[in-house]
């Protein structure tokens, strides 16, 4: 059987309440002679998380990289990294899926148990189902057959030919995940980049469908499908205020209490930073209390965890960096090796993803962060 049959199969051979404290402390004690010592950073709800964390974005929607990606992933929790980061529209679903596959068989090894895993997911973009449709005519068929036809969501809840934050659709896409990945609770729920409702929508109609997704978010929670739920940006964070796009942290928090009160669970924000988009580090994009703050200033004061994305910005920053950059970070080996390490090393960030699809990459990227090498 293979790794996307196995997950699709709706078994949830990684069952269990999901990341725990004492789980996560007991992954990095295990590992305290390997890593560096602020390997492990604190996250919500106690657990420690590792300052890397796997991404599983690029890609085809198709079995070699499912391999790849099987291979990554179970290299990568073996030596000690923790966070999974994935989207139920990435390769088709396939991403998701070869997550729950590599992480039963990790369990069922004894290699880690699901206590110390911390698996992230988002939903917002409606995914296809395993490869492409042929056609515009199928997609529509699709779209239809899954989705309006059953009332999981209306045509006038999608923006952009494809991004939906209603209520209903947001519960459906979280089962679908569950099952995907196999697991009970899931331990970060992303809305994946809720800036595209922004400039569809005026900015009530805005305001409301993000109260709305919240409460279906707290509901989950609840409900224990998921832990934690947070904002995965592209955008949003990184736009002037005002501008086309833009999100504010404080309100977001403020419609999270206003849905259920200080004890909400919106603890999470990830946003792309690297060496080429550095807005986070530098851009007073946010206010708080009325003061001008970069993004990551402004999830510090509002008590947010930060995870940073696309810290080789696709590969891109991988090779052929500036002399300068170079003779910046002299002790690393490698351009990608430098380049990860300058978003690892900035204090307001948790965890930095990068894109692993082989071992080498995997063992170029942990590399940075041995005790012993380094």
């Known amino acids: 059987m293979s790794a996307t049959a196995v997950a699709a199969s709706g078994e949830h051979a990684n069952s269990g309440a999901g990341a725990s404290e004492a789980g996560t402390a007991r992954l990095a004690a295990r590992f305290i002679g390997e890593r560096i010592p602020d390997f492990y ?3 919500a709800a106690g657990l420690r998380a590792s300052s890397i964390g796997i991404g599983t974005y690029l890609g085809e929607a198709d079995d070699a990289d499912d391999r790849r990606y099987d291979e990554s ?10 966070v999974i980061d994935t989207a139920i529209n990435y390769r088709c679903q396939r991403s998701e899926r070869v997550i729950g596959a590599a992480l039963a068989s990790l369990i069922a090894d004894g290699v880690t148990r699901r206590d110390e895993i911390v698996v992230c997911t988002k939903g917002g973009y409606i995914p296809l189902d395993g490869s492409p449709p042929a056609s515009r005519e ?82 989950r929670v609840d409900a224990g499908d998921i832990a934690a739920y947070g904002c995965a940006t592209w955008n949003g964070l990184r736009v002037p205020q005002g501008s086309r796009e833009s999100l504010a942290l404080e309100e977001l928090v403020g419609m999270a209490r206003e849905v259920a009160g200080d004890e909400h669970h919106f603890r999470y924000v990830q946003l792309p930073v690297n ?30 965890i930060v995870v940073a994305s696309a810290t080789l910005m696709q590969s891109a920053l991988a090779k052929s960096l500036p002399t300068a950059v170079r003779d910046a970070l002299p002790r690393y080996d490698t351009d990608a090796q ?11 960030i948790t965890t930095a993803l990068v894109g692993m699809r082989g071992t080498r990459h995997v063992a170029e990227n942990l590399a940075i962060a041995e005790t012993i090498a380094r």
Do not use: W
Not at 189 to 207: C, K, M, T, W
Not at 276 to 287: I, N
Not at 338 to 348: D, K, S, T
């Open 41 to 43: 950073r604190p996250a």
């Open 73 to 82: 992933i179970r290299a990568a929790v073996a030596v000690g990294l923790n």
């Open 138 to 219: 199928e997609y529509s068929a699709f779209i239809d057959r899954e989705y309006f036809s059953p009332g999981i969501m209306r045509a006038e809840d999608v923006v952009g030919g494809g991004h939906c934050i209603a209520p209903g659709y947001i519960a459906d896409q979280i089962a679908r995940s569950r099952a995907n990945l196999g697991v009970d609770t899931i331990d970060v729920y992303y809305l994946h980049n809720p800036e595209q409702q922004v400039p569809a929508i005026d900015s009530g109609a805005f305001r409301k469908r993000m109260v709305a997704a919240f409460e279906a978010l707290e509901s």
């Open 275 to 304: 060496l080429a988009m550095s807005e986070a580090l530098r851009a007073p994009t946010q206010r708080v209390a009325g003061r001008p703050r970069t993004a990551l200033e402004a999830a510090s004061e509002l008590g947010l």
């Open 338 to 348: 430098r380049a990860l390490a300058f978003v690892r090393g900035i204090p307001a």
